[in-house]
């Protein structure tokens, strides 16, 4: 069985920085994309940034130039820096994971609990 565990969400001002972070754990053969994803009160689920396994990074508009996205292949885990932090930022973040259980098994998506990041003065 395969977990993700985010953390590192929290109620800040606006201008301020949070670091999230995520890590998977369980029977990991491989994984390739990790990607963080946000929803905001009474809007839908959107894309924020995305990695893949050997670096590639993209960035939803709305956060580039303010959120940096990295992640430590070793230990299983995506990181989400997050700077200059705004009212319209504040969002239920979600982990989410492509997962090889096995070296013969496809990929499947796994998906974390969320972290609430609130940006408010």
């Known amino acids: 069985q395969v977990q993700l565990v985010e953390s590192g969400g929290a109620l800040v001002q606006p201008g301020g920085s949070l670091r999230l972070s995520c890590t998977a754990s369980?029977?990991?053969?491989?994984?390739?994309?990790m990607t963080w994803y946000r929803q905001g009160p009474g809007k839908e689920r959107e894309l924020v940034a995305t990695?893949?396994?050997?670096?590639?990074?993209n960035y939803d508009d709305s956060v580039k130039g303010r959120f940096t996205i990295s992640r430590d292949n070793a230990k299983n885990t995506v990181y989400l820096q997050m700077n200059s932090l705004r009212p319209e930022d504040t969002a239920v973040y979600y982990c989410?994971?492509?997962?090889?259980?096995?070296?013969?098994?496809?990929?499947?998506?796994?998906w974390g609990q969320g972290t609430q990041v609130t940006v408010s003065s």
């Open positions: 369980g029977s990991i053969f491989m994984i390739n994309h």
């Open positions: 989410n994971a492509d997962i090889a259980q096995h070296p013969t098994y496809t990929f499947s998506s796994y």
């Open positions: 990695i893949t396994q050997t670096g590639t990074i």
